[in-house]
């Protein structure tokens, strides 16, 4: 076994250093923001709360996890991000295994008609015009088909697939697969890597949007869990702010924005270790074996 040398060593201690001086930087926020929701008003009030809850207290998750339209509004986020990851990943993904073709006649002309809406949209106004015109209103759809494709992740995922050989296609064709064939058989199997990077960046997204629901639904129980929280962050700080709230409403409006950013960031926390395990099989299934 060859013993690493003096400045390898020293190379390896500094880059421990600094990723463990990262790791903290990283965490201390959240962190605080638990213990914050965890505390007495007393104590939130007065800025004594670091990573441990001081006045341990739990009325404001009490009251959140006793109202059924919590609960209700939790189950239509799950849909919604659910449904508008599926719509969003099938759109993107087709669409830049399309721009992927170099020799696709029109293939400027489409990348040129995605990145012309990265810069200008039609706006509020002709947008919930066009919703409600298509009777998309009060249904997932308001959500999902509005925000289906986002450029960013859909020039991502064109990059990545221009860097697929070639000659794995060419095979496919030969062997008799059609192109949905060769997409979903060679292309996508060896695409985990991109396919889990953009199903977390879309399923976050839609899982945090809170405003193309407060504009397109007219029905409480059609809510998202973010209206929801934000409806309930207003009038907990509107009320005690106007002084007329009790000593239940006070511990409400402490720590309603850290039991809330705490309540809408635990589920990606909880999925995404699933997804990390797909970047790195997606990887290893794209590398070249010696």
Not at 48 to 67: A, H, M, Q, S
Not at 186 to 192: E, G, Q, T, Y
Request: one cysteine or more; glycine letters at 8%; proline letters at 3%.
């Amino acid at each position: 076994m060859v013993r690493p040398s003096r400045s390898q060593r020293v190379f390896h201690g500094a880059n421990g250093v600094i990723l463990t001086l990262v790791v903290v930087v990283t965490l201390y926020p959240f962190l605080n923001i638990v213990a914050r929701s965890f505390s007495g008003e007393r104590q939130i009030r007065a800025g004594e709360v670091t990573l441990w809850p001081r006045g341990f207290n739990l009325t404001t998750y009490e009251i959140v996890f006793k109202d059924a339209m919590f609960w209700r509004n939790y189950g239509n986020t799950v849909l919604y991000t659910v449904v508008a990851t599926v719509v969003a990943m099938v759109l993107t993904t087709c669409y830049a295994y399309v721009l992927s073709k170099k020799q696709l006649r029109g293939r400027g002309a489409l990348v040129g008609i995605a990145v012309f809406t990265m810069f200008f949209t039609g706006g509020l106004i002709p947008n919930y015009v066009l919703i409600t015109s298509l009777g998309l209103k009060n249904s997932v759809w308001a959500i999902a088909l509005p925000n289906a494709i986002s450029v960013f992740n859909l020039l991502v995922m064109k990059a990545f697939f221009e860097n697929l050989p070639t000659e794995l296609e060419e095979a496919a064709q030969i062997d008799g697969l059609s192109t949905y064939g060769i997409l979903l058989r060679i292309v996508l199997p060896l695409s985990k890597a991109v396919v889990a990077t953009m199903v977390l960046f879309y399923s976050v997204s839609f899982w945090n949007s809170w405003f193309s629901a407060f504009l397109y639904m007219d029905r409480t129980d059609l809510m998202p869990v973010t209206v929801y929280l934000r409806n309930l962050i207003q009038g907990a700080t509107g009320g005690s702010n106007a002084g007329a709230g009790t000593e239940q409403l006070s511990q409400v409006g402490a720590n309603i924005q850290a039991v809330t950013i705490v309540l809408t960031a635990l589920p990606i926390l909880c999925v995404y270790p699933f997804v990390q395990r797909y970047f790195v099989s997606g990887v290893m299934l794209g590398a070249v074996k010696g």
